[in-house]
Nanobody, 121 residues
Framework: QVQLVESGGGLVQAGGSLRLSCAASGRTFIGYVMGWFRQAPGKEREFVAAINWSSGSTYYADSMKGRFTISRDNAKVTVYLQMNSLKPEDSAVYYC??????????????WGQGTQVTVSS
């Protein structure tokens, strides 16, 4: 059974950085796409970034390009989201997701429980 466990969320001041981690288990993720989505109160869930586990190709929402970086560690079976220059509007619950590749667009099959990121102004 696939499990995705996020960590690394918290409270940070505007302009600061956080690194989210997603520990994945339950199957081999070769051929899978791992993604991050976020959802703020009263808003729809939105795509943040994704990475093809096999090729390492990365994809970003336009508003995150240049500030966020997605990466993976094959040995640790972990996906990371490095978030820099954080803004109050980045405050949301961030979810780790996975789906069979190479398609990056939704729907995603597996979801973590989410980790809260709060950016204070």
């Amino acid at each position: 059974q696939v499990q995705l466990v996020e960590s690394g969320g918290g409270l940070v001041q505007a302009g600061g950085s956080l690194r989210l981690s997603c520990a994945a288990s339950g199957r081999t993720f070769i051929g899978y796409v791992m993604g991050w989505f976020r959802q703020a109160p009263g808003k729809e869930r939105e795509f943040v970034a994704a990475i093809n586990w096999s090729s390492g190709s990365t994809y970003y929402a336009d508003s995150m390009k240049g500030r966020f970086t997605i990466s993976r560690d094959n040995a640790k079976v972990t996906v990371y989201l490095q978030m820099n220059s954080l803004k109050p509007e980045d405050s949301a619950v961030y979810y780790c997701t996975a789906r069979r590749g190479p398609v990056v667009s939704p729907p995603y099959s597996y979801w973590g429980q989410g980790t809260q990121v709060t950016v204070s102004s």
